[in-house]
């Protein structure tokens, strides 16, 4: 099994920053690819971005230029660095370890208003 912890939502005014972090525990050999999705209320979970285990990229359209996603070395922890935040970048960002099974983290709020 692999287990995920993420950090570092919060409440930030329109044009600021957060960095979200997620740390993988357990079984993280078995992790490809790690993801960042978020879900909005009354709205369907997205993909933000990805990242390969050979460290390629990608992104949805909305977020390109303002989001990057990272990873340590160690490939235990992937990072969502947020800049330039609006207001629609409102909503809860999990993060997903692709694994022949795939798995969730729990979950962290990110507000963005004035």
């Known amino acids: 099994q692999v287990q995920l912890v993420e950090s570092g939502g919060g409440l930030v005014q329109p044009g600021g920053s957060l960095r979200l972090s997620c740390a993988a525990s357990g079984r993280i050999s078995s992790i490809k690819d790690m993801r960042w999705y978020r879900q909005a209320p009354g709205k369907q979970r997205e993909l933000v971005a990805a990242i390969t285990s050979g460290g390629s990229t990608n992104y949805a359209d909305s977020v390109k230029g303002r989001f990057t996603i990272s990873r340590d070395n160690a490939k235990t922890t992937v990072y969502l660095q947020m800049n330039n935040l609006k207001p629609e970048d409102t909503a809860v960002y999990y993060c997903?370890?692709?694994?022949?099974?795939?798995?969730w983290g729990q979950g962290t709020q990110v507000t963005v208003s004035s």
């Open positions: 997903y370890a692709m694994t022949p099974f795939g798995y």
